[in-house]
């Protein structure tokens, strides 16, 4: 079945570094995609969403961008911190279907 | 805090045994998922219930079954259990049906089967 997945499973950083998280997604019905953070032992944590109808969304020091003409999706993340350590997920979900389809995961390692 | 509660958070239990996890959801939403993360597959999707009746159905072993009840919290249980079915247990909410709208996740419950 179509899926979401990531581009780099692990990404190294140096704080005050940008980090940039790559997510490919194949379904092209998907309308709705969120990032979300999980730190060890925790549950995912919600970062940031877009809808379809929008390029770009900018929240505290992150930023979510959505290509749909290649069915791309990415986090950036301002001025890396050693709290940002952590895996992130991309999930979406697309309108008529409640649940959501969360990609494998991108372990970000912030060095101090 | 994302205001959703799961208990236990760990558990270990022997092959063949049953389980009951618990969840309760956000104040005010209606909509309860669970999902199961283990390191080799990853988020799966378990089920949902939206104000009491099922919604949605993934890979959901029939070892397992879930309910939601009237005052919205919800249980999954988990029956004859394997070595396999280790894994983090996480339960979820939103307020609506869940298309387009922000799902919050518990802590989780990990639950070890030996």
């Known amino acids: 079945g179509e899926s979401v997945g990531l581009h780099l499973p692990t990404l190294s950083v140096q704080e005050g570094d940008n980090s940039i998280i790559n997510c490919a997604y194949s379904n092209s019905a998907s309308d709705y995609f969120i990032w979300y953070k999980q730190e060890s032992g925790k549950g995912p944590q919600f970062i940031i969403d877009i809808r379809s109808n929008m390029d770009k969304r900018q929240g505290q020091r992150v930023t979510v961008l959505l290509n749909k003409t290649v069915k791309h999706l990415s986090l950036q993340i301002a001025a890396t911190q050693p709290g940002d350590s952590a895996v992130y997920f991309c999930?979406?979900?697309?309108?008529?279907?409640?649940?959501?389809?969360f990609g494998k995961g991108t372990m970000l390692l912030v060095s101090p | 805090d994302s205001g959703v509660t799961q208990t236990p958070k760990h558990l270990i239990t022997a092959t063949g045994q049953r389980v009951t996890l618990r969840c309760s959801p956000r104040s005010g939403d209606l909509s309860v998922y669970w999902y199961q993360q283990s390191l080799d597959q990853g988020l799966q999707f378990l089920i949902q219930?939206?104000?009491?009746?099922?919604?949605a159905k993934g890979n959901i072993l029939e070892r397992f079954s879930a309910q939601q009840f009237p005052d919205l919290h919800s249980e999954l249980n988990l029956s004859s259990l394997e070595l396999g079915d280790s894994a983090l247990y996480f339960c979820a909410s939103s307020t609506l049906q869940g298309n387009g709208n922000t799902i919050y996740f518990g802590e989780g419950s990990w639950l070890t089967v030996v």
């Open positions: 999930a979406e979900n697309t309108s008529g279907y409640s649940t959501l389809t």
């Open positions: 219930y939206y104000n009491g009746e099922e919604r």
